[in-house]
């Protein structure tokens, strides 16, 4: 039916969406990240309901930040460089304990921003990976070598059960619906690039604020 044609994901939109992300000048349009979230989202999605809990979160996320970026202030969420100016200029960022500002923009991107780094190293596992290799494994030491060190001991717990249960390899490849394996791994060898530019930019300017600890 319609309906699960356009359920049907595509790897392809996500890198699309993160190489629309950068500007002439290397600033980076807040509305194709949230895009590429989507995407992903839509991926975790069809993987299964142990994700669910993942997806719900990044899902909040997503909302928080399209609410500000159409909101009355909307014009000041078009890129993160500028919604880091405008709430940094503003006092709308709780910088040391979450306050009256829980929700702000810069701290609900700085996870995503956390995740982005997970997906970059689990990506770069899967690209190199052998037709052996197990997406579990990948996974895990792609989330231990980063996104853990940001989350309390039930959350890493419950992500390490719901990695157990990721589809080998070939089924992976499949749901990310791209292709051959070989070209899967081209699709991965080109967005890679992009995804780490976008990640060290965005890294760039939070350190550049000191925002890179934002409760
Ligand atoms: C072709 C490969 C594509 C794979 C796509 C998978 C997309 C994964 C999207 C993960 C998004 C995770 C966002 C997490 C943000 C976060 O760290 N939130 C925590 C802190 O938020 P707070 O507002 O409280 O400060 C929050 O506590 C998180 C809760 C949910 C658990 C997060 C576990 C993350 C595991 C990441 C790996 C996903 C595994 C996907 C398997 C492919």
Redesign the pocket.
């Given at each position: 039916s319609g309906a699960s044609v356009d359920q049907r994901f595509c790897?392809q939109e996500?890198f699309d969406s993160f190489k629309l992300c950068l500007s002439e000048n290397k600033e980076v349009y807040l509305e194709h990240y949230v895009d590429g979230w989507r995407g992903?989202?839509k991926?975790?999605n069809c993987?299964g309901s142990v994700?669910g809990?993942?997806?719900k979160?990044?899902v909040n996320?997503v909302q928080v930040l399209v609410a500000l970026m159409s909101g009355e202030s909307g014009s000041q969420y078009a890129t993160i460089q500028s919604m880091v100016k405008y709430e940094l200029d503003n006092g709308l960022v709780d910088v040391t304990k979450r306050g009256s500002h829980p929700e702000s923009g810069c701290?609900?991107l700085l996870?995503?921003h956390?995740?982005l780094r997970?997906?970059e190293l689990?990506?770069e596992r899967?690209r190199t990976s052998g037709e052996d290799g197990k997406?579990s494994v990948m996974?895990a030491e792609a989330?231990n070598e980063s996104?853990s060190q940001?989350?309390p001991w039930v959350?890493r717990k419950?992500?390490g059960v719901?990695?157990c249960v990721?589809p080998g390899r070939p089924a992976?490849f499949e749901v990310?619906n791209v292709g051959s394996t070989e070209q899967v791994v081209a699709m991965l060898g080109g967005a890679l690039p992009l995804i780490s530019e976008v990640y060290n930019i965005t890294e760039e300017l939070y350190a550049q604020h000191n925002l890179l600890d934002l409760p």
């Open positions: 790897f996500v992903l989202v991926f975790l993987l994700f809990f993942i997806a979160d990044a996320k701290r609900t996870r995503l956390r995740a997970w997906l689990f990506l899967l997406t996974c989330y996104l940001h989350h959350i419950a992500a719901a990695f990721l992976f990310m």
